[in-house]
């Protein structure tokens, strides 16, 4: 495999809406909302690359000169605008070019996948920084791209024709221990480049006490993800434990 796993929606664009981020569920914010409510005037444009990724086209980047951040949709910053996502954010705190690798409600399995291919077929970055998604997600592959497969993010708010998502959630036990595991292996991997992890999943606290963990002070327009406030944490935190 010679290129990141192709995030599950295709990019190009620009557009308004996106994953979780849907024109049904804003009109329904709208109603819910006061009139000071940051989003009610304020449009968001998604511009991805060709993989769906929240960036440029991956021959485009001078990958030995940037951070590298893998992670969900909290990294890839559903609900606000490109310069108020973490990497975006960072890259301002810092003057260091960010790569936005978050695919929205990945598994901590896709960022594994991830990062061994990213070590096979790219120079090594200046820095990475993992966001460990929830515990409870896995990754299934569907055939039904034209290079032979599709990745489908199985998690507690859908369920997949495999069922796969709802065995893998079935016991506790199953979830905790792929996580630590992951965890473990990342780390080893990324071992001899600057790394930072967090992550904003209270869920994920019990699991991996020693992790960061990012208190959410505010909400993207979905109202579920993270806002711009909570972002700028998050980036702080990345610049000063990479220190670079």
Request: aromatic share 12%; hydrophobic share 35%.
């Amino acid at each position: 495999m010679n290129n990141l796993l192709p995030a599950t929606e295709s990019g190009y664009p620009p557009y308004h809406f996106h994953d979780n981020d849907s024109e049904e569920l804003f009109k329904k914010n709208l109603k819910t909302q006061g009139p000071d409510w940051e989003y009610r005037n304020k449009s968001i444009k998604y511009t991805m690359n060709s993989l769906g990724y929240r960036t440029l086209e991956f021959d485009k980047i001078r990958w030995d000169q940037t951070v590298v951040m893998f992670g969900c949709s909290n990294t890839f910053g559903i609900g606000v605008n490109v310069k108020d996502s973490v990497p975006a954010q960072y890259s301002n705190i810092t003057g260091i070019p960010a790569i936005n690798l978050g695919v929205p409600g990945c598994s901590a399995q896709y960022l594994l996948y991830n990062s061994a291919i990213y070590l096979k077929n790219f120079p090594k970055p200046r820095g990475v920084v993992i966001e460990y998604p929830d515990s409870s997600r896995c990754t299934l592959f569907l055939p039904e791209r034209t290079d032979g497969f599709m990745p489908v993010n199985c998690g507690n708010w859908t369920e997949d024709i495999s069922g796969l998502g709802k065995a893998w959630r079935r016991f506790d036990v199953n979830v905790v221990t792929h996580l630590k595991l992951i965890r473990l292996t990342l780390q080893q991997m990324w071992s001899d480049v600057p790394c930072a992890e967090y992550h904003i999943f209270p869920s994920n606290c019990r699991i991996l006490p020693e992790c960061k963990y990012i208190d959410q002070i505010d909400y993207a327009r979905d109202l579920t993800h993270p806002g711009s406030k909570t972002n700028q944490i998050s980036a702080n935190y990345i610049a000063e434990t990479l220190n670079l």
